[in-house]
């Protein structure tokens, strides 16, 4: 279910707003395909009214697969926002839309959780990447093996530039 919050119900006091988001509803395309969506995003909220809006604050987790961008390794990268703050008005050209007295917090906590992917994923910072083969090791036997592998390439090197 969508993050939904009851404006009324907020007249009375700050509410605690607790849930998950599904893939469908969170609706996020990363953009990258090393990083996938795969698990439900999960929020622990504390809801208030303020002067002409509310004031969203709490915790907010997703467990992403990704893969490595250097060895190509698949591993669980956590993004967890501790303390995330949102400001929502009820006036001006940026106001929060208010449908059936509710506002939708689910466009605001996916659009920061989508920064907080990574940009670059790494399995682990040392990551040294895909191995080589031993002869690639040197430029001499880079050069040998190339020369065995292909008869193309020993009539290129024949050829006087």
């Known amino acids: 279910m969508r993050a939904l919050v009851n404006v009324r119900h907020l007249e009375a006091g700050p509410l ?5 988001l599904t893939l469908k509803e969170m609706d996020i395309d990363p953009l ?6 795969r698990h439900e995003l999960a929020y622990n909220l504390v809801v208030q009214k303020v002067e002409r809006g ?12 990704c893969e490595c961008s250097r ?4 591993y669980t990268h956590p ?11 009820f006036e001006g050209e940026e ?6 007295d509710r506002v939708d917090l689910t466009p605001y906590l996916r659009e920061d959780i989508v920064l907080a992917f990574p940009q670059r994923p790494l ?3 040392e990551c040294k990447g895909l191995s080589r083969p031993p002869h690639q090791d040197s430029p001499a036997g880079g050069r ?13 090197n024949k050829l006087k530039l």
């Open 16 to 20: 605690e707003v607790r849930g998950r």
């Open 32 to 37: 990258d395909p090393l990083v996938h969506v």
């Open 54 to 65: 509310i004031l969203a604050q709490g915790n907010v987790e997703l467990a992403l697969e």
């Open 71 to 74: 060895c190509l390794t698949t």
């Open 79 to 89: 993004v967890r926002l501790d303390n995330w703050i949102c400001h929502l008005s």
């Open 95 to 100: 106001r929060a839309p208010i449908i059936n």
């Open 123 to 125: 399995c682990e910072p």
């Open 144 to 156: 040998q093996a190339a020369e065995t592998a292909s008869p193309a390439w020993a009539e290129l």
